[in-house]
């Protein structure tokens, strides 16, 4: 854990988020540019990235691509939705999610979340289910992963997909298995914002083996050019729709050296995420707050802490106050289905019951890698004042 020192009576700012570094990012950068001579797509690096992907995830195929937005959109591709099909998801995710299935003329099926977790409620899936439906989207919010048993017998008995968001779920686990390899399609971010970063780039990870020749396709540009570099032909060519999925070797580089640290990292964050549940388990007993829920058989990679309360009014003089005193804190995402695009391309399943309410009383904590003791024991410090002012 890095500590911060301040002077005496100086309070710095606590920013909500640093993107993650731990020294050697840029060795490997210039090592790529000045000792390799390569820094387009598909370099040294990015296949680093990728074989220790598929070794520590048990991952059938990892493909690093631009974003954690175009690993979805090559998801969107891979799985041959046409203009009209249906797919679900909740409304409580970021647009990305979206997007990536209306690019490819989808109608967005939204359905209502668990307050629990704020994951997809896994009871309401199949109620949404048409005869168009051909995408179940599950997106593990903070890192805590959906109730992926009963989501996959779901896919698998109406004969649907399953792709995971697990943007946020770099090194999570349900059950023993690492998010994102449990449906036919997981897409990582690397954003600057995640656990791990290359400034932007994401990752698609593909669990049937049948997928992988057109993947390969679709990120190079719609080319068959993977199989002219094996020798399987003499000459690559145009095939497939596709695009410019590849990110450079320089960012790849920048994330292998995260990627090796990847534990110390992981560990660092896990201990910020605990410290502030147990200093705020008293005011969760009062019930002045609510604080998160990871379900049994989930172990979570501490992407972000959040805390509920009360309701929006209360959210918002909670930010306000962290404000005033220089720690940043935030709330989340505006429900999809509310917005002027997603009543554009989509329909709410049933009722509302969780995803507005609960949205608009969650709170996120600053939370990055080499966060201070001093930091975080402000932080708690000033999320009791404040209720003990307000509600003392």
Not at 14 to 31: C, M
């Amino acid at each position: 854990m890095r500590a911060t020192s301040y002077p005496m009576g100086f309070l710095m700012n606590i920013d909500f988020n640093i993107p993650p570094y731990v020294g050697s990012e840029l060795d490997y950068v210039r090592e790529a540019a000045a000792v390799n001579h390569k820094i387009c797509g598909d370099g040294p690096f990015t296949r680093r990235c990728d074989d220790w992907m598929e070794r520590r995830f048990g991952a059938r195929k990892v493909l690093l691509t631009t974003s954690g937005t175009t690993a979805l959109e090559m998801a969107a591709i891979l799985s041959g939705l046409e203009p009209g099909d249906e797919v679900i998801l909740p409304s409580y995710t970021f647009s990305s999610t979206a997007t990536a299935f209306q690019l490819m003329g989808a109608t967005l099926v939204f359905v209502d979340i668990r307050p629990d977790t704020m994951n997809i409620d896994e009871d309401r899936i199949e109620r949404a289910i048409t005869s168009r439906t051909r995408v179940i989207v599950a997106v593990h919010y903070a890192g805590v992963s959906c109730e992926m048993d009963k989501i996959c017998d779901i896919a698998s008995r109406h004969g649907i997909l399953v792709v995971e968001d697990a943007a946020q779920g770099v090194m999570s686990t349900y059950k023993g298995r690492a998010l994102g390899t449990i449906g036919t399609f997981g897409c990582y971010s690397f954003h600057e914002t995640k656990n791990y970063s290359m400034g932007e780039g994401g990752a698609l990870v593909i669990n049937d083996d049948d997928y992988v020749e057109r993947a390969e396709i679709i990120r190079e540009k719609g080319t068959n050019r993977q199989r002219f570099f094996r020798g399987q032909v003499d000459k690559y060519t145009w095939v497939d729709r596709g695009s410019s999925y590849l990110p450079s070797d320089l960012n790849a580089a920048y994330l292998w050296a995260q990627l090796e640290q990847a534990d110390a990292i992981n560990d660092d964050r896990l201990e910020s995420w605990r410290y502030y549940r147990d200093e705020l388990a008293a005011l969760a007993d009062a019930g002045k707050i609510e604080l998160p829920t990871v379900p049994d058989g989930c172990v979570h990679n501490a992407h972000m802490f959040y805390l509920k309360c009360a309701d929006l009014a209360e959210r918002t003089a909670l930010i306000a106050f962290l404000k005033e005193r220089g720690v940043m804190a935030v709330f989340h995402y505006i429900p999809l289905h509310s917005s002027p695009a997603g009543k554009r391309f989509g329909r709410f399943d049933g009722e509302d019951t969780h995803t507005t309410s609960e949205s608009e009383r969650l709170v996120r904590l600053p939370l990055y890698y080499g966060l201070s003791a001093e930091d975080r024991r402000r932080v708690v410090g000033l999320v009791k004042e404040f209720y003990g002012r307000e509600k003392g």
